[in-house]
């Protein structure tokens, strides 16, 4: 009878495929980490955007007169009604500071600010305000939206803003961050950093845009 016999293998046989392995994960490794990190911080960016957008379709549609937006270390919404957005600004016995200036503020600062209306079901739903969120913000104080058809009003504090290499116009911005190589206090627009991306918008012409980060010190454009 027959016999088969098994040849195993040698101790420089294993050496080699241990060799082999390890170069393979010193190489790949690196690089789907990166991407993981990166995809965790993108989409976080892109749940404040697709609800920026949602919010501004909803005021192009006219289910609210104004939609503030308080970006921060998480992100706040508060709804105007069309009727409260009328008697605010718009109607002829309006006589108010936020008519004058074109201007909105906090909820609590001004009778006719205080017809704003908190949505927190919306903010439920985002990433970055969970206790599981992958990012940091900047500014560390807050930025602040007031999303109007016309584009006009303005927040009554000055919000960080930048010029917008095609247009020449001023515009507004937002810094995330990621928790893996930044801190909350270290998040800021220069620090040449992999896995920062940037929100824009242009209040005049409702016109967000996303701008990421790369090695070569420049902000990308990405989308918008």
Not at 11 to 20: G, K, N, S, Y
Not at 33 to 55: A, F, P, Q, T
């Amino acid at each position: 009878m027959w016999r088969i016999k098994y040849k195993a293998f040698t101790i420089i046989e294993l050496l080699v495929v241990l060799v082999l392995i390890g170069i393979f994960s010193a190489i790949v490794y690196p690089n789907v980490s990166s991407w993981i990190i990166d995809r965790e911080v993108k989409k976080e960016v892109y749940d404040v955007v697709n609800l920026i957008n949602e919010r501004k379709s909803e005021v192009m549609n006219g289910k609210y007169g104004m939609v503030q937006i308080r970006l921060r270390p998480g992100v706040e919404i508060y709804n105007m009604s069309q009727d409260d957005f009328f008697n605010t600004y718009k109607g002829i016995n309006a006589n108010n500071r936020f008519k004058t200036n074109k201007i909105c503020d906090y909820q609590w600062r001004g009778r006719e600010m205080s017809t704003l209306v908190r949505d927190r079901a919306a903010e439920m739903s985002l990433s970055v305000n969970s206790k599981e969120s992958k990012v940091y913000v900047w500014p560390h104080t807050e930025a602040v939206m007031c999303i109007t058809k016309e584009g006009i009003i303005k927040f009554v504090k000055k919000n960080l803003s930048e010029q917008d290499p095609n247009s020449g116009e001023r515009i507004e911005y937002f810094i995330f961050c990621s928790k893996t190589n930044t801190t909350q206090r270290t998040c800021k627009r220069n620090i040449k950093k992999d896995y920062q991306y940037k929100i824009t918008w242009n209040r005049i012409i409702n016109q967000i845009k996303v701008y990421k980060y790369r090695k070569d010190h420049e902000w990308v454009l990405i989308d918008g």
